[in-house]
């Protein structure tokens, strides 16, 4: 044991470690800004599937309920979940009376409760049944639908209530780093040569495609959002300007 947690603990490159830094700590301002400005205008940030999604791959991979982690990841994984604490009370207290639609907004309560517990089941489901231990491709999965689905919400909320245009940037700029570091540190994982020692529930894919679709497609549909995000703010100023 001991054996194995030098080496997964230590193949982290000084690149490697740069890399997750800008990662963790991108993301954790982006989480920040969103749950400053939704606090100040009483409503929630992000996708409500996405605060689902990302609260329950956070409380997975941070118990490592699916298999033993890397423990540098598992600590950022934590940091994240006290994060999506916060995000998911801002839900209860303000997403009720964020909803348009009649049945939503009076059985709200019900479908939040509902949504957070099927979706965790759906999660470690995904990861135990595809063996994704670290939740790797899931988190990219999820990272995707989030991105598509703030464009969807952007449309949704013209005034951009609850949707910083930092925490934009910062989602972006996270998830580059996130793509680089996984781009090099994932394939090391099925590096046997030398004195590298990894556990057995660690399995290769068969071929790394679709992570690297989505190390690709994430920044750029993240890209577009900042675009719509902008040209947004500059139809609001001039509509304010008219006013």
Same mark, same amino acid.
């Given at each position: ?35 400053? *400005? ?12 996405? %605060?689902?999604?990302?609260? #329950? ?71 135990? !049944? ?16 989030? #991105? ?16 910083? !245009? ?16 996984? !781009? %090099? ?23 790394? !495609? ?6 690709? *497609? ?26």
């Amino acid at each position: 044991m001991s054996a194995f947690l030098y080496s997964v603990e230590h193949d982290f490159t000084p690149t490697l470690l740069v890399l997750a830094a800008v990662m963790f700590g991108a993301w954790t301002i982006a989480y920040a800004q969103i749950v400053y *400005t939704c606090y100040r205008e009483k409503t929630y940030g992000l996708p409500l599937v996405s %605060i689902f999604q990302n609260f #329950s791959w956070e409380f997975i991979f941070s118990f490592q309920l699916v298999a033993p982690g890397v423990l540098a990841l598992v600590w950022g994984n934590r940091l994240w979940f006290l994060v999506d604490c916060v995000i998911v009370l801002q839900v209860f207290l303000y997403g009720k009376k964020s909803q348009k639609h009649p049945w939503v907004r009076d059985n709200f309560y019900a479908i939040a409760v509902a949504g957070l517990a099927f979706t965790a089941v759906g999660v470690y489901a995904f990861a135990a !049944y595809f063996q994704d231990v670290y939740g790797l491709a899931l988190s990219f999965l999820i990272n995707l639908l989030m #991105s598509v689905l703030f464009i969807a919400m952007l449309f949704e909320r013209p005034d951009l209530k609850g949707l910083p !245009y930092g925490a934009a940037w910062a989602k972006l700029v996270g998830t580059a780093a996130g793509a680089l570091f996984c !781009y %090099i540190w994932w394939p090391m994982q099925f590096d046997q040569t030398g004195m590298l020692i990894r556990p057995p529930h660690i399995h290769r894919p068969p071929n790394f !495609y679709l992570v690297y679709f989505l190390y690709i *497609t994430i920044p750029i549909v993240d890209a577009v959002y900042i675009y719509l995000h902008r040209k947004q703010q500059r139809v609001n100023a001039a509509a304010q300007g008219r006013a």
